[in-house]
């Protein structure tokens, strides 16, 4: 789990962060408190969104608000018991064994290894088409799915082959994914690196996206692209494709009831010869 440090104490404090992040609406806030230090050697663990911190026990928090001046407000606080955002990693489009109502169900991600220098990583590909928009998926060897950040910025900013200087590559993806409601895609690293496609002898530079990921941030930025009318017919599913619009509204009006996992043929072999069609 990581977040946005807002604020340090100078090094004659203990030079301890200070932390903020938010998952589903719901804002974390992590802060040091005056004479830690003291208590860390006896502290207990408890568990914040699946991930497991030092704590204080409710005897050591009763301590320490004691000694807290009567002008500080700290009424709200409490030890903490049980985690308050728990979490459990499913896999996507395949149904749990066993459901649990109090959990949140987080998809989980493959970050794939760097390859050593000078190597290409060899994947596959196929082409989706959405509205008559069309999206390259590439499949790596574990059978996870990817988006080049080509495909991105083409339907995003109808550019083709974006300059990686010139258009702050990695600083706009990670300025994207910073900007989505979800924690799940904080720390992703982005990368460079050469991708051979095996069945037709490509080969490109580029950077990947996770799959569900691009989906992601097609949904959080398709709402800037519409007006509020337009915007209410595609929440409200009255939405019809209109020639004119950009190949970025029709994949997000697309994306408000589907996704792109339900289009992947799971025979790699035969992506070069048939590309399925999405419904309107």
Known sequence: MKG??????????????????????????LAPIQGLVDFMHDATRRTI???????FSRKQLETILNDTPEKEDVSSLGALEDDPIPLELTVKHQPSKQK???????????????????????????FLDVDGVEVEVCTNGNGKHFVRHNVYWWIVHNQKNPDPECHNIIDNLKNAVNSLPSIKWSGYRFRFEIIVFSEDDVEAES?????????????????????????????????????????????FAWLHRNSLFSLIQSDNSDTNTENPKADS
């Open 207 to 251: 950077v990947l996206l996770p799959l569900a990921m691009f989906e992601d941030l097609i949904r959080n930025e398709g709402k800037s692209w519409c007006n509020q009318e337009l915007l209410k017919e595609i929440q409200s599913d009255e939405y019809k494709p209109k020639p004119e619009y950009g190949k970025s509204l029709k994949l």
């Open 49 to 55: 969104a699946g991930v497991e911190l030092m704590a």
């Open 4 to 29: 946005k440090e807002y604020h340090t104490d100078p090094k004659s404090l203990g030079k301890f962060g200070y932390w903020e992040t938010e998952y589903n609406g719901i804002r974390i806030d």
């Open 100 to 126: 649990h109502k109090d959990f949140i169900e987080v998809e989980p991600w493959e970050e794939l290894e760097p390859m050593p220098e000078g190597e290409a990583r060899e994947m596959t590909r196929q």
